[in-house]
């Protein structure tokens, strides 16, 4: 499996930015794919995942509200909408796959494909 993000960029406080992720080779229904992220001094914190089977979405608290996940099957993708973006939401963003049952749990160690991260920063 291959995933690929894009979408990263700089954004003002209270913008909008869309991540996407596309996933290469096979991927099972009983997976998820999703987003961490990493800021500057910080560790690797999970943002949400979407499960391959049935859509169900999963988000850490601190963006629940503000993000919202989904996925295109035609083309292989998955999207991150990041709305009313704030300073704290800067980091690197890493798409990833796993079994449902663990990514919505977040933990970044269980991971079983990486994409390359891609830079967001909030600033004025």
């Known amino acids: 499996v291959q995933l690929q993000a894009s979408g990263g960029g700089l954004v003002q406080p209270g913008g909008s930015l869309r991540l996407s992720c596309v996933a290469s080779?096979?991927?099972?229904?009983?997976?998820?794919i999703g987003w961490f992220r990493q800021a500057p001094g910080k560790e690797r914190e999970g943002v949400s995942c979407i499960s391959n089977s049935d859509g169900t979405t999963y988000y850490a608290d601190s963006v629940k509200g503000r993000f919202t996940i989904s996925r295109d099957n035609a083309k292989n993708t998955v999207y991150l909408q990041m709305n009313n973006l704030k300073p704290d939401d800067t980091a690197v963003y890493y798409c990833?796959?796993?079994?449902?049952?663990?990514?919505?749990?977040?933990?970044?160690?269980?991971?079983?494909?990486w994409g390359e991260g891609t830079l967001v920063t909030v600033s004025s």
């Open positions: 990833a796959t796993a079994p449902i049952e663990t990514f919505r749990w977040f933990p970044p160690d269980a991971m079983d494909y």
């Open positions: 080779g096979y991927t099972s229904d009983y997976y998820a």
